[in-house]
Nanobody, 110 residues
């Protein structure tokens, strides 16, 4: 079992930045696949970024603006989001291995 908790969401103006955190506890080991997803109102949940022992990957819409990273000592994965746009407004979810967090709201005002 893995407990996943996201934090760091909030309200930011377009062009601003936020850093989301995904902290995990339980059956954790380094190199586990961790993914960030987002879900806007009325839309499906979409993959934003992935980090594994092999590297990282991003949705085309966030490449060059978002960075996923991990701190194994803290069992935490981060999503640094720069140059935010109103269309990035969504609830952002972390999936650690097969376990989901509760999500954190990101709102980008124009």
């Amino acid at each position: 079992q893995v407990r996943v908790v996201e934090s760091g969401g909030g309200l930011v103006q377009a062009g601003g930045s936020l850093r989301l955190s995904c902290a995990a506890s339980g059956s954790i080991f380094s190199g586990q696949r961790v993914s960030w997803y987002r879900q806007a109102p009325g839309k499906q949940r979409d993959l934003v970024a992935i980090i594994t022992s092999a590297g990282t990957n991003y949705a085309d819409s966030v490449k060059g603006r978002f960075t996923i990273s991990r701190d194994n000592a803290r069992n935490t994965v981060y999503l640094q989001m720069n140059s935010l746009k109103p269309e990035n407004t969504a609830v952002y979810y972390c999936m650690w291995s097969a376990y989901w967090g509760q999500g954190t709201q990101v709102t980008v005002s124009s």
